[in-house]
């Protein structure tokens, strides 16, 4: 990725004071939004029956600890989730102002660009843990505490939240990519196919002379092969290998979700004869 000497300092120095912005105030709505949904958290399963947490609808020392993590848990995933969709503005706006170059050889086999993968990558990963706490909390819900209105209004908003965010912060990060990188896989090709054509064509004349070298074969399998190598090249965010890993972490709550209940189903099962 190229980009203009005369244009990267303006450009650099808008974002940083952007970044210093969004930085503080990603903190401070973190912050309210995990007092917030802690408080809230704290409310719905005192006046469902305590579980753990509270005694006589007062909580715990060992609930102020678990109300400071659940309120840490939100903070930090509310601050990720906003700085993720920060970055892929960032992002958008720096390939709008350079020039993408894919390397097909390059021994990432996505032309270069594997940072920003791991990146859309990570940012599912990481989300993935809200989905397990989703799922905890429905589990939780379902075999412990006394099932209220507020408390499944909770459970529901978490897995929409979930489901909403998951495929935002998976597809943000990669988005911005795909125009230059499908741009510059096709003009890879594009150069491939004119060199074979043009190669087929003078070879179409030297096999009526019978004038064929094993050189004339081998440049042309050269050719075929990278062909091959260009057409592997990825165009995020839709190839089937980065699909299929965004995939298998999206669904990790759904499967461990799947699991436990087949393991109760099991277990009822088993202690019934």
């Not at 949904?37 to 005192?46: G, M, R, S």
Request: with cysteine.
């Amino acid at each position: 990725m190229t980009i203009s000497q005369k244009d990267f300092p303006a450009f650099a120095d808008v974002w940083a004071k952007r970044f210093t912005r969004a930085n503080l105030l990603g903190q401070l709505a973190g912050i309210a939004i995990g007092v917030v949904l802690a408080f809230l958290t704290a409310q719905i399963y005192i006046t469902s029956g305590g579980f753990w947490i509270s005694e006589q609808r007062v909580l715990l020392p060992v609930g102020y600890v678990y109300e400071y993590c659940i309120a840490l848990l939100y903070a930090l995933i509310t601050l990720y989730v906003l700085r993720s969709i920060l970055i892929s503005v960032f992002l958008n706006q720096l390939v709008q102002r350079a020039e993408l170059h894919m390397m097909p050889f390059h021994p990432d086999k996505c032309g270069g660009f594997r940072p920003v993968s791991r990146l859309g990558l990570r940012n599912q990963y990481t989300l993935t843990i809200l989905g397990l706490n989703v799922v905890l909390l429905a589990t939780m819900t379902d075999h412990y505490l006394t099932k209220s209105t507020s408390l499944k209004e909770l459970v529901i908003a978490a897995a929409f939240a979930y489901a909403i965010l998951g495929p935002v912060v998976f597809i943000g990060p990669l988005m911005p990519f795909r125009t230059g990188m499908q741009h510059e896989k096709n003009e890879w090709m594009r150069e491939i196919a004119y060199r074979v054509r043009f190669e087929l064509e003078r070879l179409r004349k030297q096999i009526r002379a019978g004038d064929v070298a094993k050189e004339d074969e081998e440049f042309i399998d050269r050719l075929r092969k990278i062909g091959a190598v260009v057409d592997e090249l990825p165009v995020w965010p839709f190839d089937a290998r980065t699909l299929r890993r965004f995939a298998t972490a999206y669904i990790v709550p759904a499967g461990v979700a799947a699991i436990g209940k087949g393991l109760s189903v099991l277990f009822a099962w088993a202690t019934s004869k």
